[in-house]
């Protein structure tokens, strides 16, 4: 089967561009001056490893609100000369001295969705790093140039960013050090305003000259453990020191002869192969694409999936998550007779996070096909709303994902990860590399990542319209949200059997962006797309 360079007679209004194409190396991001620093970090003689690092650097400064060093990240590696993949779970946790019973005591029901109690401790930078100094062929020094570049001599702002910053003013103006970083006279910067940040650019120099030891034990560790207990928080240079990345397993299940690889638990992406499990059982081609025959049994399946996933995905070094019964073919039989394909249910555990839309994915693959598919989130916009004074560092509010029910599996204990929405994704052909993916956007995440497939298996798309087609979002309770281009027809359909179509401002992105590379094994090319609803490109050379 080949999804690669389909092209219909009548195409939609959404699919109108084409794939990139490369039949050396090929980068992709939501962000062009980030997918140039990818193109450069190759060109430099870098590998996909290095591509994703200094991408990611740079998007912490021309998409600040999205991802950063005071954030988390995941990725999964392919290594083509030993024909394996691997996890990096590079997500924080809680402090030693954040438990529940410390936040029930001061009259805190639920955990902050922002502030200094939202923290904890970030794990992007010592994940890159590793990733770095285990794969790569270059430097952090060489790879952090472009962002160090952009954060002192500026950058334009792109219009979908300048869109998402506005839209978080006034949680940069409650804290002085994020206004006096991210604002400008107390305004987001205007679509092509050039932005600096030289607070900013100086932590990164620090961290070449000094190595990530001045971020977990040095320096810069020093300033934020001191801004955080100026601020009443938690987090202690203990927590710093023993923050490790965590090097894991890839979880995966076969659909329609494909390999789908996700990352285990902390991260949510066991949802998206519970929902393609499901859905194996449908003739989805036979349905058409964003029909209601289609849509209804899709957003039945995210509803069992991510109630299980709200029911037992935690920490697994705290808690037994049984991913083999969750991925088994058996289970999803089960839950498709669970299914009635004339009427919507409600669910009984609704999604314990609908926020979070404000991540980054990036994809690379090198000359000698290795592969990363790598994302990179500090959650909600600008997350928990406070920069380290005179560092340019966002600290993330990750936090908010921890549930202080003292009985739920991803309740707040010490040193405990949440339950991370954040999940890249990888596809195999047999043994055989096929293609990085992902899509951003906490809930819709496992959903995007399930209709991107869907698009490309089972309605043969090409990499770009697969990418770019219209995404439907379940919410909470029985309200769906449709993208503009699902037709009347199908919204009214879906309202017959119950669902609750949500009418959204169509100004506002609900479903996320996207970015995939592709490898065309039968030709050695690569392919690469990125989301028309971002500010991003792939580049192949």
Request: charged content about 20%; hydrophobic content about 35%; some cysteine.
């Amino acid at each position: 089967m080949d999804f690669t360079y389909n092209q219909k007679r009548e195409r939609d209004s959404y699919a109108q561009r084409s794939v990139a194409m490369g039949p050396r190396g090929m980068v992709t991001s939501s962000q062009q001056l980030a997918t140039l620093a990818g193109y450069n970090a190759l060109s430099k003689g870098g590998n996909a490893i290095d591509a994703t690092v200094a991408m990611v650097s740079t998007l912490n400064v021309v998409e600040p609100h999205s991802v950063g060093i005071g954030g988390d990240a995941f990725a999964l590696i392919y290594l083509a000369r030993e024909n394996k993949i691997i996890g990096m779970n590079a997500s924080g946790r809680a402090p030693y001295h954040a438990n529940i019973a410390w936040f029930h005591d001061k009259g805190i029901k639920a955990m902050p969705e922002r502030g200094i109690l939202s923290v904890t401790v970030p794990g992007a930078l010592h994940g890159w790093a590793q990733a770095v100094e285990r794969y790569g062929n270059l430097k952090l020094g060489d790879l952090f140039e472009d962002a160090i570049y952009y954060a002192e001599d500026g950058f334009p702002v792109s219009e979908v960013i300048a869109g998402e910053w506005r839209g978080v003013e006034e949680i940069l103006l409650a804290q002085e050090g994020s206004s006096k970083a991210y604002l400008i006279d107390g305004k987001a910067p205007r679509p092509g305003q050039v932005f600096r940040n030289k607070d900013l650019a100086r932590t990164y120099r620090k961290i070449v000259g000094q190595g990530i030891e001045t971020f977990y034990e040095g320096e810069i560790c020093k300033a934020i453990v001191e801004f955080c207990q100026q601020s009443n928080g938690l987090l202690s240079p203990e927590d710093f020191k023993t923050h490790k990345t965590t090097w894991v397993e890839p979880i995966l299940t076969d659909y329609r002869g494909y390999t789908i690889y996700e990352h285990p638990p902390n991260g949510q992406g066991i949802t998206a192969l519970e929902m393609l499990n499901i859905l194996e059982g449908y003739d989805i081609g036979g349905l058409g694409h964003n029909t209601a025959e289609y849509l209804h049994p899709l957003i039945e399946a995210k509803k069992i999936a991510f109630s299980d996933r709200d029911c037992f995905v935690s920490d697994p070094g705290f808690e037994d998550v049984p991913v083999d019964r969750l991925l088994s073919k058996e289970y999803a039989r089960q839950c498709r007779r669970k299914i009635d394909s004339d009427r919507a249910t409600v669910p009984t555990v609704h999604p314990s996070s609908t926020r979070g839309y404000d991540t980054v994915f990036v994809a690379a693959v090198d000359q000698d096909r290795n592969a990363v598919s790598f994302i990179g989130s500090i959650y909600m916009p600008f997350g928990s709303g406070m920069v380290v004074d005179g560092t340019g560092i966002v600290l993330q509010n990750r936090g908010n994902s921890f549930s202080l029910n003292p009985i739920h599996p991803n309740r707040l204990e010490p040193q405990k990860r949440p339950m991370h929405t954040i999940i890249p994704g990888m596809v195999f052909k047999g043994s055989d590399f096929l293609m990085s993916f992902g899509v951003m956007g906490g809930d819709m995440q496992p959903q995007g990542h399930v209709q991107f497939l869907i698009n490309l298996i089972d309605f043969k798309m090409n990499l770009q319209e697969a990418v770019d087609a219209p995404r439907v979002r379940h919410m909470q309770g029985s309200d769906v949200y449709l993208e503009d281009g699902i037709s009347r027809q199908t919204a009214s359909a879906l309202q017959g059997k119950g669902h609750n179509i949500v009418q959204a401002s169509s100004s506002m992105n609900h479903v996320g962006g996207g970015q995939a590379i592709y490898l065309d094994s039968s030709q050695d090319v690569l392919l690469g797309a990125s989301d028309r609803r971002k500010d991003g490109c792939a580049i192949g050379y």
